[in-house]
């Protein structure tokens, strides 16, 4: 496909905000390259570990299956094995660029598909990346660029498919679902979607071998980390999973009775906004195409998969990152309809036109709220990244190589420093995600792990585990705290010795970093 004009136009105009978002972000962190969140180390340390020593864990001490995207393990380790730590912590926000450079190629060909005007097409396509929060997802540093090009993919491949039936179209369809699922679980609702409008378009073949093909690679990833004594699917998932189970009685429930989308709707409107529009111009398209066309297909799977999303799974997430697919896609979907929309608004009753116009103003007013929300972020959460994980990484890595740690933030921890983790929070230490499960977290319990496991440090945001008692069986060494948080989970992040026979060299060593090291910004407190 030959390159267009609203493709060169979008892609230059999203390499100049994530070039001016990256000067601004290097201003605030003294010229430290740093990511948006810490989730991006974690996969990061996989994929290291994984090319360094052929382990799939967050440290070379024990496995653990900490990230939900294993294809971006795969595609990381990849440069993994020709380049060091300093290296390789650039290729994520690299790789988020070239594909959402890619996702734009492919929407342009979307938009051409459906018969949208060439001369606004570069407008749809930076409205749509905007929306979507590109430049922040770049900082985010993790799987949802990849995420929104294949599910631009797969709009499309499901698109000739219903059009054409050829073998070829289900053929690209099947292999960009294996893709999908691969790189995110959650693409299942996209997949299904798509499914269900090529059934209603009698392509019933492509319409079983595409979500079959998309659970080959995921039953065999499966079927390994059983083998390894793991969970069948990433961690990630399973406490999602337990969580749902432990606030909505099931998973199933949550579906049935809303409670996804309800919370859906209070911490992501504009996705609401966004479906609604979806409807009316899927209503609008289908009177005015006919019911079997590329538009009114699009519509349909689009509005499919944001639906199945919005009552499957909670979109809560850093820098709205659970639900950047969607609006991409949504916004690239509605492309096709405005003008008709508007021209037949045009000859309504003046009143009707009036709720036309309005309800179209609403839905651009929530989609640049979105924007706005998505892009002012990342500049202060690559600060408070660098701030307080980045730190606490540096502290470790110079001070407790090779020894035992507690901790709940473990990706900068992980990727940065060698040290013999115990993940209190689960995502890689399969016993605490156990005695969740099982509801039986115990301070006795956790600190049973902590003596097998010999850990001499913990490193906590201290109101997360004050079932542990802290302060009583442990000896608090110092603390840490940053301002004008944007991204962190707490402002305060608390040392705690569990060594009596280690205090004396931790309160040495956490001291003179805090006095030496330490970003001024940071105020920190040693309690002798």
Request: hydrophobic share 50%; net charge positive.
């Amino acid at each position: 496909m030959p390159i267009k004009k609203p493709f060169i136009i979008s892609i230059v105009l999203m390499g100049f905000a994530t070039t001016f978002m990256l000067a601004a972000s290097l201003c605030a962190t003294g010229g430290e390259f740093t990511y948006a969140m810490d989730d991006a180390y974690i996969h990061l340390a996989i994929a290291k570990n994984l090319a360094d020593y052929g382990l799939w864990g967050v440290n070379r001490f024990a496995e653990s299956s900490a990230s939900s995207s294993p294809l971006w393990i795969f595609i990381l380790s990849f440069f993994g094995l020709f380049m060091d730590r300093g290296t390789l912590v650039h290729v994520p926000f690299t790789l988020n660029f070239i594909f959402q450079a890619a996702a734009l190629f492919f929407a342009s060909g979307t938009l051409e598909r459906i018969g949208a005007d060439e001369k606004k097409s570069g407008i749809h396509l930076v409205l749509a990346a905007a929306a979507a929060g590109f430049p922040a997802l770049t900082f985010v540093g993790m799987e949802h660029s990849l995420q929104i090009a294949l599910c631009v993919m797969l709009l499309n491949a499901t698109i000739d498919h219903a059009d054409s039936g050829s073998r070829e179209s289900a053929i690209r369809l099947s292999l960009v679902s294996a893709l999908l699922l691969f790189a995110r679980y959650d693409s299942v609702f996209i997949i299904a979607s798509c499914a269900i409008v090529l059934l209603f378009n009698k392509r019933f073949f492509a319409a079983a071998a595409a979500p079959l093909a998309a659970m080959a690679p995921v039953f065999v990833f499966g079927a390994l980390s059983v083998a390894g004594g793991h969970y069948f699917v990433p961690t990630p998932i399973v406490r999602k999973m337990i969580s749902s189970v432990t606030h909505h009685n099931s998973t199933l429930f949550s579906f049935l009775a809303g409670t996804n989308a309800f919370y859906n709707m209070k911490t992501d409107p504009g996705i609401f906004a966004l479906i609604a529009a979806c409807l009316a111009a899927l209503i609008f398209a289908a009177k005015r195409f006919g019911k079997s066309t590329g538009p009114v297909n699009l519509l349909a799977a689009c509005l499919g998969a944001a639906l199945l999303h919005v009552f499957g799974s909670e979109l809560s997430g850093g820098l709205f990152r659970y639900s950047a697919y969607i609006v991409f896609v949504c916004v690239i979907a509605l492309s096709g309809a405005p003008e008709g929309l508007m021209t037949t608004a045009a000859r309504l009753h003046s009143l009707k036109r009036t709720a036309v116009v309005a309800f179209a103003a609403a839905v651009s007013l929530c989609l640049a709220w979105r924007a706005l929300q998505v892009t002012g972020i990342p500049v202060f959460a690559t600060k408070n990244i660098r701030q307080q994980q980045m730190q606490i990484a540096l502290y470790l890595r110079d001070n407790m190589a090779g020894r035992g740690v507690a901790a709940n933030d473990i990706g900068a921890i992980s990727y940065f420093s060698d040290v013999r983790l115990l993940d209190l929070v689960g995502l890689a230490s399969d016993e605490i995600t156990e005695l969740n499960r099982d509801h039986a977290f115990s301070a006795d319990r956790v600190f049973s792990l902590i003596k097998r496991d010999g850990v001499e440090l913990a490193v906590v945001y201290e109101n997360w585990f004050k079932y542990l008692e802290l302060p009583v069986r442990g000896i608090r060494v110092a603390e840490w705290e940053i301002g004008n948080n944007k991204i962190c989970s707490s402002e305060k992040v608390s040392f705690f010795c569990l060594d009596k026979k280690r205090l004396s060299e931790h309160l040495r060593t956490i001291e003179d970093f805090s006095k030496n090291k330490l970003p001024k910004d940071v105020s920190w407190k040693i309690f002798k």
